[in-house]
């Protein structure tokens, strides 16, 4: 390592930019039990590959362990039941966890709630644990943060305690359209958000689909630009102007917003790029293995053609290579170092043994995505209220009683944002979806009654002939990655 690096280094963990003050929350989050329903199953893929609770082989169970941001604390009572000689402290700032008469006792006298703010001094003694467990905390922790987290982390560890962390980079899922680029909603270039679409004029009225919302309109067949909450947008739209919607698959300025919102709170979206520097500062040893990269599933009107496989994407999971843990910077035989961006990828498959079931994973990465989504509106409202590529009426001046954030349909560029919502929702419900699936593993016929929405709207776009160049272009919906830590032998003297 140069002079250079090392001095930038030093910089890097001497100096934080930002402290936040004690009892400060700058998660964007908001927990529901969609999010818990999936936490659960990510819960159960990640211990199924493992074929046990942890990562890291431990000889024997661990004596006293914490469970830092435990959520309902599945995992914690899980612990306790499997290490019948083990002490679980569950941590969290929400006490979401299950009371202790529903628990059975041989589980609750060896389990405890603590409710507090990870990002403040973690309220247990100096070498309290010997395994300290924390997963997918990157949406609640700060890139500047993290120093000071794992510092406290090694703190409360025994001296050579394990610390296992689980995290994944910060994804939005979408795909660029896959149509050539054109002018914009009135002609004129879109900027950095330019809409891409057919070159030939598309009518106001070509995407309907039903909605159930209450304020629709009496045949309840809603334009997707101008759905129910969108309707003050387009009716004031002066009929002289040729109304040429953005096109409803470029998700493009979501995606500007939520990188935003994570600028905003110095949250790191390339999140397995950034630990290993802070690990390896912390710890005596931290090993990993290659990221599990998931990528994103195709739509309904593209079903995968088996005899043109995805490039750079492993048939079967076999989690004995997947979660083979190397020291970092270490090589494997003839893969490249693991700093250097190597990954495993998977793809659906009736026949693997042990299924990566990528549907899911988007539905989980989705779901979390809702949770940030009044955050999201108002890093779009901050990119967007002046913007000049969108129509001038959106960028007209809101009234001074609206206030940010308001669902009112008075609120202009509120309506164009759940418009882009919408849209985005109902592409991402079509990847989730295992209709097309059934109906051609199982042959089994389309369910009577009407489509759901998602449907509606995927028919309702024009066919796209795909450019060759776009059939090898993998997008992700996840990237996940597990790391094992090993504390020093000692913990080093205060001020020393």
């Given at each position: 390592?140069?002079?250079?690096e ?15 003050l004690?009892?400060e ?29 942890t990562?890291h ?14 959520g ?6 899980e612990?306790?039941?499997r ?19 529903i628990?059975?006792?041989s ?12 990002l ?8 309290q644990?010997?395994?300290v467990?924390?997963?997918?905390m ?12 794992l ?8 001296p ?9 980079d910060l ?5 660029e ?5 054109t ?14 679409s ?25 334009d997707?630009?101008?759905t129910?909450?969108?309707?003050s ?34 949250l ?8 290993p ?8 040893e ?16 593209k ?10 994407i ?37 026949q693997?043994?042990?299924?990566s ?20 509106w108002?890093a779009?409202?901050?990119l ?11 960028r ?40 097309s ?11 009577s ?11 309702a ?6 450019d060759p ?5 993998v997008?992700?919906c996840?990237?996940l990655r ?13 001020g020393?």
């Amino acid at each position: 390592m140069s002079e250079v690096e090392i001095d930038v280094s030093e910089k890097l963990l001497s100096e934080r930019k930002h402290r936040r003050l004690r009892g400060e929350v700058i998660s964007p989050l908001k927990y529901s039990n969609d999010i818990v329903d999936f936490d659960h199953w990510d819960h159960m893929f990640i211990t199924n590959c493992c074929s046990r609770l942890t990562l890291h082989q431990f000889d024997g169970p661990p004596t006293t362990v914490l469970d830092l941001g435990c959520g309902r604390g599945l995992w914690a009572i899980e612990a306790a039941r499997r290490w019948q000689g083990s002490t679980v402290v569950g941590f969290d700032i929400e006490a979401l966890q299950p009371k202790w008469n529903i628990l059975e006792k041989s589980v609750s006298r060896r389990i405890r709630w603590v409710q507090g703010n990870v990002l403040d001094p973690l309220p247990f003694l100096t070498g309290q644990f010997d395994f300290v467990r924390m997963v997918r905390m990157g949406l609640h922790v700060p890139e500047d943060e993290w120093q000071y987290v794992l510092e406290e982390i090694a703190r409360v560890l025994q001296p050579g305690g394990v610390l296992e962390i689980i995290e994944e980079d910060l994804i939005f899922p979408c795909q660029e359209p896959e149509t050539q680029e054109t002018e914009s909603l009135y002609g004129g270039s879109s900027g950095r958000c330019s809409s891409k679409s057919s070159n030939t004029a598309i009518s106001g009225s070509y995407l309907k689909f039903d909605s159930s919302d209450k304020s629709s309109s009496k045949n309840n067949s809603t334009d997707v630009f101008a759905t129910a909450s969108n309707l003050s947008l387009s009716a004031t739209v002066h009929s002289s102007q040729i109304l040429q919607p953005p096109d409803p698959r470029d998700h493009s300025r979501l995606r500007l917003a939520w990188e935003e919102m994570l600028d905003t709170s110095f949250l790191a979206p390339k999140l397995l790029s950034v630990l290993p520097f802070y690990l390896s500062a912390s710890f005596e040893e931290v090993r990993s293995h290659l990221p599990l990269q998931v990528p994103l599933p195709q739509t309904s009107s593209k079903p995968r053609d088996p005899t043109h496989p995805l490039p750079h994407i492993q048939e079967t999971l076999d989690p004995n290579v997947i979660f083979e843990l190397r020291a970092l910077g270490g090589n494997t035989g003839d893969e490249a170092d693991y700093d250097d961006g190597a990954s495993i990828m998977t793809k659906t498959s009736f026949q693997r043994p042990l299924p990566s079931w990528p549907c899911m994973h988007l539905a989980r990465t989705v779901r979390t995505i809702a949770g940030c989504k009044e955050s999201i509106w108002k890093a779009y409202e901050r990119l967007f209220g002046d913007d000049p590529s969108l129509p001038p009426l959106v960028r007209s001046k809101r009234p001074k009683d609206i206030k940010s954030g308001s669902q009112s349909s008075t609120n202009p560029l509120r309506d164009y944002f759940e418009r882009d919502w919408i849209n985005w929702e109902n592409d991402m419900a079509d990847r989730t979806s295992v209709r097309s699936s059934m109906r051609s593993e199982l042959s089994w016929n389309e369910p009577s009654g009407k489509p759901p929405e998602w449907r509606l709207w995927r028919n309702a776009l024009p066919h796209v002939a795909l450019d060759p160049a776009e059939e090898d272009k993998v997008e992700l919906c996840r990237s996940l990655r597990g790391f094992v830590c090993l504390s020093p032998s000692r913990h080093p003297l205060k001020g020393g």
